[in-house]
């Protein structure tokens, strides 16, 4: 974040902890800088692998094609034209790439350990015309990372407009598998060509440990599972690619698993989803290497970890504990393939669980001793994903949109599925690719059939005090209220009524992660589908350290249809970007077939919201008051100014409608 907005977080502070954090910042600042300069005479590649690197476990699988939206998406991606996070698509040139001596440019550019293996790893790009990509920039703002930074030293949230995720989300790589499921559908040896030309201009243009794109264990992670992805799935349907080039993707899966490992995002109190994707990458990446003491120990580590994670992060009504859909979405994709890829291992990668030495692992946290039982996944981690999909429906719309609650950074683990609305989450029960891709992975142990959990009446006692305001929506046709079925996520905090083409969702339930990295103002947030008409819907999220000050305006409680006290927040947004207290403590006290009540404390005195059906209108009162005239609202329209929801609604990260 720019120091501006540094120093009003620690002005926001209690001194001791504002020391703390400074302490910390500077400390872990000094650490990356120092290791930098050790290493910039080093080569950082690791040694290339020798005869029969990889280990192909993916079958053939039945893809087709049929509207040619797979081709449309792979030739954007050979083009290298990215749309992301609200960009637009772009043509990402580097920019040397206007000499005819490109690979020489940008293999100079490294520090001299590493210029000599990026230039051997460059030259092996001789397709005629192919352009490189520039992999450190910010295409929307223009504005380009050093290549010869350290990648835990690497700046970002320090520019107003400037957004690191925009060239984390394209070093993610996720538009590799999209080349390589068009050619499973229809075999172009052009397809395969540009993935074998692209790695490389990866790997040339990025030495393990520099750079932007090593900046993020997670980042790193999500790119490893992509690369083994792709290849899995062109090798699987005929693409032969030389020994030398498979030799060098060797390597770098071992250089990103030896990256993860040793910068793994635990901690024993705050861990989230970025510390699930590290270890779902190690999982990957070791199960494509062969057998050795290290990747060995990574698949171990990997699997004891998403035992214990799984259990921790997914709460028991199969919600996310990071107070967001999207972050669930993306925690959900990732433990399924995960554990779709460990359940399908062959006998001699199972025999791994009972040989591995626990003593050679020397990291925190620890590797078990084994050896272990087969499955390494215990019944409650099974029904905790069964849980965590009957979630994923519960909080899909008719129209197949998720509500949006909390963050939405439009985080992606694979990305199959051609032609998705961006809140689209159906997918993971019923995306043809996806079911596919689960079902191969895991010899037919996964996906595992969604449950739901139980809603249980709240029979709590009614509010006494008059209301402040009392609303009355009428629908144009009240026979789109008839037969709603509840639904209940106590533990995330999430309650409502659907039917085949209505929803009513109210949020209410308590931050489980103690920051709140993730979390909303939204409190008794209130969001209304009906015959496909949004009356009212969280307005998403947008931004978050490219743009401060949009980041709180959608965090805050004015974004959000919930009680309100002036222009006060329930918690302050003050404490950083990604820091919102529970003040609210918001509670439940009624819920019934037809009817909800629930308070919070977030303006000091409680404040309650009540919705029940009634008579083909849905009836929305906010208390305590003096009592209140009731306003009927027939539009979505007449809500909005009603409520001045004046924030654009942003279905995606960087997007706005």
Not at 314 to 320: I, K, M, V
Not at 645 to 653: D, E, G, I, Q, R
Request: charged share 20%; aromatic share 10%.
């Amino acid at each position: 974040m720019s120091a501006l907005h540094a120093l009003k977080v620690l002005a926001a502070m209690d001194r001791k902890a504002a020391a703390a954090k400074v302490v910390s910042v500077l400390a872990r600042r000094v650490k990356q800088r120092f290791i930098g300069a050790l290493m910039r005479n080093h080569c950082t590649y690791p040694p290339s692998y020798g005869q029969v690197p990889l280990a192909r476990r993916l079958p053939a699988l039945a893809v087709t094609d049929d509207d040619g939206s797979l081709r449309r998406r792979a030739l954007l991606a050979a083009s290298h034209t990215f749309d992301l996070l609200g960009s637009g698509p772009r043509k990402v040139v580097h920019p040397a790439a206007k000499y005819p001596d490109w690979r020489d440019i940008i293999a100079a550019g490294h520090h001299r350990g590493n210029r000599k293996r990026a230039a051997s790893l460059l030259a092996m790009i001789t397709t005629p015309g192919y352009v490189p990509v520039d992999w450190h920039v910010d295409f929307r703002s223009g504005y380009r990372w050093p290549v010869r930074v350290w990648g835990g030293a690497t700046a970002y949230g320090h520019r107003h407009g400037v957004d690191v995720k925009v060239p984390w989300e394209l070093g993610r790589l996720q538009h590799l598998p999209h080349l390589a499921l068009a050619y499973a559908a229809q075999a172009d040896e052009r397809l395969a060509t540009e993935f074998h030309d692209q790695v490389l201009d990866f790997l040339g243009a990025n030495p393990p440990g520099w750079g932007v794109q090593w900046a993020c264990a997670m980042d790193v992670a999500i790119r490893a599972a992509n690369l083994v992805l792709a290849w899995e799935i062109f090798t699987a349907h005929g693409a032969r690619f030389s020994l030398e080039f498979e030799e060098e993707l060797a390597s770098s899966l071992s250089a990103h698993a030896r990256h993860i490992a040793h910068n793994l995002e635990w901690s024993p109190q705050h861990r989230g989803n970025h510390y699930l994707a590290d270890i779902v990458g190690l999982a990957f990446a070791a199960c494509a290497l062969p057998r050795g003491t290290e990747s060995d120990l990574w698949l171990v580590f990997a699997a004891q970890q998403l035992n214990a994670e799984i259990k921790h992060q997914f709460l028991a009504d199969g919600g996310n504990f990071e107070a967001s859909t999207a972050y669930h979405r993306l925690s959900l994709e990732m433990a399924l393939y995960a554990v779709a890829l460990i359940l399908g291992l062959d006998d001699d990668r199972k025999a791994v669980f009972a040989e591995y030495d626990a003593a050679a692992w020397g990291l925190i946290p620890k590797v078990a001793p084994g050896p272990m039982a087969w499955p390494p996944f215990s019944p409650e981690v099974v029904e905790r994903l069964a849980l965590a999909l009957g979630f994923s429906q519960n909080v899909t719309k008719p129209s197949g949109d998720m509500v949006q609650v909390g963050d939405n950074d439009s985080g992606r683990f694979f990305i199959l599925e051609p032609n998705q609305s961006p809140l689209a989450l159906g997918y993971l029960v019923d995306g043809r690719l996806t079911q596919a891709m689960l079902t191969a992975l895991s010899g037919g142990a996964l996906p595992v059939p969604p449950r739901f959990a139980a809603t249980v009446a709240i029979d709590g006692a009614m509010p006494t005090e008059s209301p402040s305001v009392r609303l009355r929506l009428v629908a144009a046709d009240p026979t789109a209220l008839d037969g709603l079925e509840t639904f209940a996520c106590p533990d995330f905090g999430l309650y409502g009524w659907k039917n085949g083409r209505s929803f009513i969702s109210i949020r209410c339930g308590r931050l489980h992660d103690g920051r709140g990295a993730h979390a909303h103002n939204d409190q008794l947030a209130v969001e209304i589908e009906i015959d496909g008409v949004a009356w009212v819907r969280d307005p998403g999220s947008f931004a978050y350290t490219g743009d401060l000050a949009a980041r709180n305006a959608y965090r805050s409680a004015l974004a959000h249809f919930v009680p309100r006290c002036g222009q006060a927040e329930p918690a302050a947004l003050n404490q950083g970007p990604f820091h919102l207290d529970d003040s609210a403590q918001a509670r439940v006290l009624r819920f019934s077939g037809q009817d909800f009540v629930g308070s919070h404390q977030g303006f000091g005195d409680s404040v309650w919201r009540r919705l029940r059906i009634e008579d083909g209108a849905i009836v929305i009162e906010d208390g305590p008051g003096g009592g209140a005239d009731e306003v009927v609202v027939t539009s979505p329209d007449q809500l909005a100014v009603l409520w001045r929801l004046t924030v654009p609604f942003s279905p995606a990260y960087g997007v706005q409608v």
